[in-house]
């Protein structure tokens, strides 16, 4: 069962600078293309960095300030003025860029986003090349599918194609993404497994089961694979 991954919501048409763009050209191309980042990548299409609106910030920031020079500054004050003086992308972006790929998973995609603080991740191919890159954005778009075709992609590639479950066995309902499960099925196992696939389809975002069966292959009490779960 195929879900959504990184290719399926990354933009393509990457706007990226070189280590010599200056910073006034930088400023251009994140107006132009209404985008608060742009990858710092060399000839062969190699991601060195990123330049974000974050790094460019800083010489507003220090801009006209009398500041008196520290010795012992902390690392973060000697950064920040560190890319006030910076006049070319090599010299402010961020580095080295936190990446994925575009067999990624958007959860895969997600955690790390979270896990490093960014707010976008440049896809690179095989060989490392910029192919693509994806925002915080584009993997909310996932949950813009509509409740049809998240009920198509439960009933065909998760009863029938996985399960092989015959129709009319197991009814499926969608709302708002949230997948309600009810019917019976032979094996305990097939009943926890429906769930946890269908919460596995893309823009999904919690499984109610009322699914029974008739053996209980796990030797366990309860006569149901009931309950509600919700989705990562």
């Known amino acids: 069962m195929r879900t959504w991954q990184v290719e399926d919501v990354m933009t393509r048409e990457v706007a990226t600078v070189g280590e010599e763009t200056p910073y006034r050209a930088i400023v251009d191309v994140l107006v132009r293309r ?43 004050r000697r950064v920040s003025r560190e890319k006030a003086e910076a006049l070319l992308a090599g010299e ?14 958007l959860p895969a995609a997600a955690r790390l986003m979270d896990r490093e603080a960014v707010k976008r991740l440049p896809v690179l191919d095989d060989l490392g090349r910029l192919v693509g890159i994806v925002t915080r954005g584009d993997l909310l778009r ?30 499926v309902r969608v709302r708002d993404g949230a997948v309600t499960l009810d019917g019976r099925l032979d094996r305990r196992t097939a009943a926890e497994l429906a769930v946890k696939l269908a919460g596995q389809v893309s823009g999904v975002v919690q499984v109610t089961s009322t699914i029974g069966y ?19």
């Open 92 to 105: 402010l972006m961020t580095a080295p860029a936190v990446t994925t790929h575009p067999g990624a998973s």
């Open 142 to 171: 996932v949950h813009l599918r509509t409740d049809a075709e998240i009920r198509q992609d439960v009933v065909q590639e998760v009863l029938r194609r996985v399960l092989a479950v015959r129709d009319g066995l197991v009814t």
């Open 214 to 232: 008739d053996l209980d292959d796990r030797a366990t009490a309860p006569r149901t694979a009931g309950g509600v779960t919700p989705v990562a």
């Open 34 to 76: 209404g985008i608060s980042a742009v990858p710092v990548v060399d000839g062969f299409r190699r991601v060195l960095g990123v330049v974000s609106e974050a790094d460019l910030l800083h010489k507003v920031e220090h801009s006209g300030a009398q500041e008196e020079r520290r010795v012992f500054a902390g690392r973060r």
